[in-house]
């Protein structure tokens, strides 16, 4: 039987990482981390906080962003 997973706060999540429980927050906030929400708590699975830690946003980059200014190629037109 697999273990089910450690949910922890974000000022526990910020306890073990050293990091700023407003960065934790932010990061919730911009739907960067899974977590889920229990009443008014924001409850993070920790490894896969930490694979977010290791990984960075270069899973987000590959997606397609929406409302996002991109350059355009300019081509010349022959006639």
């Known amino acids: 039987m697999s273990k089910p ?5 974000i000022n526990a999540i910020a306890a073990e990482t050293g990091l700023a429980a ?4 932010r990061l919730c906030w911009d739907n960067r981390i899974v977590y889920v929400r ?11 906080f930490i694979e977010y830690l290791n990984a960075g946003d270069a899973v987000a980059e590959t997606e397609p962003q929406h409302g996002v200014i991109r350059p355009i190629e300019l081509r010349a037109v022959g006639r």
């Open 5 to 9: 997973p450690m949910m922890l706060t």
């Open 22 to 25: 407003s960065f934790i927050r």
């Open 38 to 48: 229990a009443g008014s708590k924001y409850l993070i699975n920790y490894d896969r």
